[in-house]
């Protein structure tokens, strides 16, 4: 062989060895922690992920969101390590997870109140879990904001508007369920939003809407409504406070789920996240915690 082209080839050989047995090395000792679903829990989770990067360098937390449906068939079908949830396990995923041999465990992180919007410019003092179940559950006769006595300035067409969510979401299964009745459904109609900041941006900018979702997506642009849980009760505002000590009707814990008990490194993170670190980060994006931080 060539002198010259024999020596590129042994240096193009060496080159290629200490790529494979340099660089590369750091990546592959590295843990990939795939973490999916709830897009009411998205953003802490993000917000945790980058968090976590400080305490242990060697792991990366992948986070995506697409709903508590989306997460918890990923985490049956083996491609999640963790499961975020904004509500517990249906029966039908917990027979599925069986069947595959899995035993999903559940970690409640924190709290949420499910707020519910309505435009800035709508005046309406409070809803009963009963106007709830009027405007958004099939045969409710409430149709339109005179219904309820209300009259909103410049609109009219005072056609309630009723913003949703899909139903892979858990925001939409644990709305349901609390204002509708285990065995209630919602009504036809309804605009149903791929995310909670979808659903804000809609009741921001449509005067006869009404929608729900997180605490956490509220803007100073709309308004939350306090809720009753029956007519002629007080009314309670949603706040951190209140859901909390759960006096809020529409108060819910958030979940995330393993396909087992969690070990190694997914327990770590699971551990840190309610710790005083990880429940102060949740507190600061609007959700209640678990564990109060001490100050």
Same mark, same amino acid.
């Given at each position: 062989m060539n002198t010259p082209l024999?020596?590129?080839?042994?240096?193009?050989?060496?080159?290629?060895?200490?790529?494979?047995?340099g660089c590369p090395k750091s990546d592959r000792s590295r843990k990939v922690i795939q973490n999916k679903g709830s897009d009411t829990l998205v953003n802490v989770a993000q917000a945790w992920a980058e968090a976590y990067r400080e305490q242990a360098p060697e792991v990366a937390i992948a986070v995506t969101g697409g709903g508590s449906g989306t997460g918890i068939s990923?985490?049956?079908?083996?491609?999640?390590?963790?499961?975020?949830?904004?509500?517990?396990?249906?029966?039908?995923?917990?027979?599925?997870?069986k069947k595959g041999n899995l035993e999903p465990v559940e970690h409640v992180v924190g709290y949420d109140a499910l707020a519910v919007f309505v435009h800035k410019d709508n005046p309406i003092k409070s809803l009963s879990i009963e106007?709830?179940?009027? @405007?958004?559950?099939?045969? %409710? !006769?409430?149709?339109?904001?005179?219904d309820l006595g209300v009259t909103i300035p410049g609109l009219k067409d005072d056609k309630i508007v009723r913003v949703s969510r899909q139903n892979n979401s858990g925001t939409y299964a644990y709305f349901r369920e609390a204002t509708l009745g285990k065995k209630g459904d919602? !009504?036809?109609?309804?605009?149903? *939003?791929?995310?909670?900041?979808?659903?804000?941006?809609?009741?921001?900018?449509?005067? %006869?809407?009404?929608?729900?979702?997180?605490?956490?997506? +509220?803007?100073?642009?709309?308004? *939350?409504?306090? $809720?009753?849980?029956? !007519?002629?009760?007080?009314?309670?505002?949603?706040?951190?406070?209140?859901?909390?000590?759960?006096?809020?009707? $529409? +108060?819910? =814990?958030?979940? *995330?789920?393993?396909?087992?008990?969690p070990q190694?490194?997914?327990? +770590?993170?699971?551990?840190? @996240?309610?710790?005083?670190?990880?429940?102060?980060?949740?507190?600061? !994006? %609007?959700?209640?915690?678990?564990?109060? =931080?001490?100050?």
């Open positions: 024999k020596n590129a080839v042994l240096s193009l050989g060496v080159l290629s060895l200490l790529l494979l047995t990923a985490l049956i079908n083996g491609t999640v390590d963790l499961a975020n949830s904004s509500r517990k396990l249906k029966d039908k995923e917990l027979e599925a997870a106007d709830l179940a009027a @405007i958004y559950g099939d045969g %409710g !006769k409430v149709e339109r904001w005179s919602y !009504k036809l109609g309804s605009l149903d *939003m791929h995310g909670s900041k979808d659903v804000v941006d809609l009741v921001e900018k449509t005067p %006869g809407a009404i929608g729900y979702s997180g605490l956490a997506y +509220a803007t100073e642009h709309l308004r *939350m409504v306090p $809720i009753t849980l029956k !007519k002629g009760e007080e009314a309670v505002a949603p706040s951190i406070a209140t859901a909390s000590d759960r006096s809020y009707p $529409i +108060a819910r =814990p958030l979940f *995330m789920y393993t396909a087992g008990p190694g490194e997914v327990k +770590a993170y699971l551990d840190w @996240i309610l710790s005083d670190s990880g429940q102060a980060i949740l507190l600061k !994006k %609007g959700y209640a915690p678990v564990n109060p =931080p001490k100050k």
